[in-house]
């Protein structure tokens, strides 16, 4: 897909739009509360199956609300989100069988051991006995923990905590793995194994929607990304053709290019 079909206005209200992506939304409209300009407007997306989708985009252009939609997190106030093909207010539980979601604030219980939070995180999956224990197992190893299993999570360093993170959103064996800046704050070393693991699991797979503002980190993982601000995509394509598109030389000038160089701080 280019940078039109899923833009298009008319395409927004296609009952049938998105039925066969991974990830679909349309016309997504969020805003909150005395704020002067909607956090998403018209917010149109398509995660093809097996796709390693990368959002982009600077502080406050909408990133976090957008997953936080289209994980069920809160409802947007107008327009439709499809997981597989379901609604999402229609399927809810259906999706959240094979939705996984790993969100940029680390969601751990610090008095809890690592093996602690696996088992009540998947118990909130409905995920018990043998197969409870199995997943806990693979996830200590997926996050090369196994070694800290029995430790509590308070004594972790950032990076620990995010692999922990990101093994709680894999519990489930998701189809398609939601990810909001998962490597935010941590050493090179996390980074690079989160990085590997994640590719491991898009080859063998699981379709990824990761959002980040380090540009090289998209271009690294990422076969697709979209960028975003002030609420909607303003660009998408794979990297090679976005700069053959631009005519420039690297994806920071493009990104600046259209996002602007103003400092976002907040």
Same mark, same amino acid.
């Given at each position: 897909m280019g940078e039109t079909a899923s833009m298009k206005p008319g395409n927004a209200s296609l009952p049938e739009a998105g039925l066969h992506c991974a990830l679909s939304a349309r016309a997504l409209v969020k805003r909150y509360k005395n704020s002067d300009h909607p956090a998403l407007h018209d917010f149109n997306l398509d995660v093809q199956p097996g796709e390693f989708f990368g959002l982009l985009g600077p502080n406050g252009a909408g990133k976090t609300t957008a997953i936080s939609i289209l994980t069920g997190l809160f409802p947007p106030?107008? /327009?439709?989100?499809?997981?597989? /093909?379901?609604?999402?207010? @229609?399927?809810?539980? @259906?999706?959240k069988q094979i939705l996984g979601l790993v969100p940029q604030n680390i969601g751990l219980y610090d008095k809890l051991t690592a093996q602690e939070n696996l088992a009540f995180f998947g118990k909130l999956f409905g995920i018990s006995g043998k197969r409870l224990a199995e997943r806990i197992q693979q996830s200590l190893v997926f996050a090369r923990l196994t070694e800290h299993a029995l430790q509590s999570v308070a004594t972790f360093s950032t990076g620990m905590k995010r692999r922990l993170n990101l093994a709680v959103g894999l519990l489930n064996a998701p189809r398609v793995l939601v990810l909001? @800046?998962?490597?935010?704050?941590?050493?090179?070393q996390s980074r690079h194994l989160i990085h590997a693991q994640l590719k491991n699991l898009n080859q063998r797979g699981t379709t990824i929607l990761y959002t980040t503002h380090y540009i090289e980190e998209a271009q690294e993982l990422c076969s697709r990304i979209g960028i975003i601000d002030n609420g909607r995509i303003v660009k998408e394509g794979t990297p090679a053709a976005l700069l053959q598109q631009s005519g420039l030389a690297n994806l920071e000038e493009l990104f600046l290019h259209l996002t602007g160089k103003e400092l976002r701080d907040s």
């Open positions: 106030d107008s /327009g439709v989100v499809r997981v597989m /093909g379901m609604l999402f207010r @229609e399927k809810q539980n @259906e999706i909001d @800046e998962p490597c935010v704050g941590i050493d090179a």
